[in-house]
């Protein structure tokens, strides 16, 4: 048997984390090598994830530090802006080491490689520096993509998610009295998870995001403007070729809720539909695609993605370790 590949990850202590911790102790061809989390330095990795059998503990480590340990793989689980110094400190000490990066610090950057397998694959095999992408972007651009060389002017986006999304940092998000029997809208103009879509799609992209009392689980619901019109079974065909070959995507006639995302691998892609502009204009008819789109955002949003995309850095079977749709 082959040595396993080694994993560092930095920020395990969050939901994200966590669900990373589980994914690589169900992985044949990884080994957690550290963990770094300041507030639990020096606890058991297995007392938040039992899966983790290798005796690992809860490290503090400085970006120096962790640079400087054996590793094939740094996973940068850390909230936006905090992951420069390690990102730094790896470019310095070991710049072949592969970085995934879970922030939307280098999303934007284009000598990072974007990790949205299904749209993006070819750029992954073998890359060193990969930007993981947003769960509400990864919904979003996966919901519009098979749709972007039709579009007439900006797609339209309305979405939720449960409250795993704001982090484990307290505030309004994820205050659960405040959010009982509600739904919070929120940055309602210029989301990163806007820029980012419309940035990797080539197509402007309208967001309002908003969150609901569930812990995980996302679904976005997308309006299309279309230069030429489209019938119903066309426009799932359209998805149908387009993800044919996907198996963390499923497609479905009828629309996902948002529970259907929770403790998904992958994306649920459904509720087809097309209309007019609302004004009975019968030359603008078919020419409105609705599409909805659920994910959990902890998995396909975030950790199920980063192992998709240190598979391929790695050479690995991109599946390798990861469960089909709707398993969790």
Request: a neutral charge; glycine letters at 10%; one cysteine or more.
């Amino acid at each position: 048997m082959s040595e396993p590949f080694l994993i560092g990850l930095v920020g395990a202590r969050g939901h994200t984390g966590r669900e990373l911790i589980r994914l690589i102790a169900a992985h044949p061809d990884l080994m957690l090598a550290y963990a770094v989390s300041r507030e639990w330095a020096g606890r058991p990795v297995a007392e938040i994830a039992p899966e983790e059998r290798d005796g690992c503990i809860f490290e503090a480590l400085g970006p120096d530090e962790a640079a400087k340990r054996r590793a094939d793989v740094v996973i940068l689980a850390l909230p936006d802006g905090a992951g420069a110094p390690y990102v730094e400190a790896i470019d310095r000490h070991a710049p072949r080491r592969v970085i995934v990066d879970l922030s939307a610090d280098r999303r934007f950057d284009g000598a990072w490689a974007y990790g949205l397998p299904e749209l993006n694959r070819a750029a992954l095999n073998g890359a060193r520096r990969i930007a993981n992408p947003g769960c509400y972007a990864t919904a979003m651009q996966l919901a519009l993509a098979p749709l972007v060389e039709r579009l007439e002017g900006p797609a339209s986006v309305f979405g939720v998610s449960g409250y795993s999304g704001a982090g484990t940092k307290p505030g309004p998000r994820n205050d659960v009295e405040r959010l009982k029997d509600n739904l919070m809208p929120y940055a309602l103009a210029g989301h990163t998870h806007e820029r980012e879509a419309s940035r990797h799609l080539g197509a402007p992209v309208r967001f309002s995001p908003h969150v609901h009392p569930a812990f995980s689980g996302l679904i976005v619901t997308v309006h299309a403007p279309l230069r030429a019109p489209i019938d119903k079974p066309d426009l799932m065909r359209l998805f149908e070729k387009k993800y044919a070959n996907e198996p963390l995507i499923a497609l479905r006639n009828a629309p996902p809720e948002l529970k259907d995302g929770t403790g998904r691998s992958g994306v649920l892609i459904g509720g087809f539909d097309v209309g007019g502009d609302g004004l009975g204009n019968e030359q603008r008819q078919g020419r409105w695609a609705v599409v909805c789109a659920a994910e959990d955002n902890l998995l396909k949003g975030a950790a199920v993605q980063a192992m998709q995309n240190v598979n391929l850095a790695l050479g690995l079977d991109e599946m390798t370790g990861l469960s089909v749709p709707g398993s969790h």
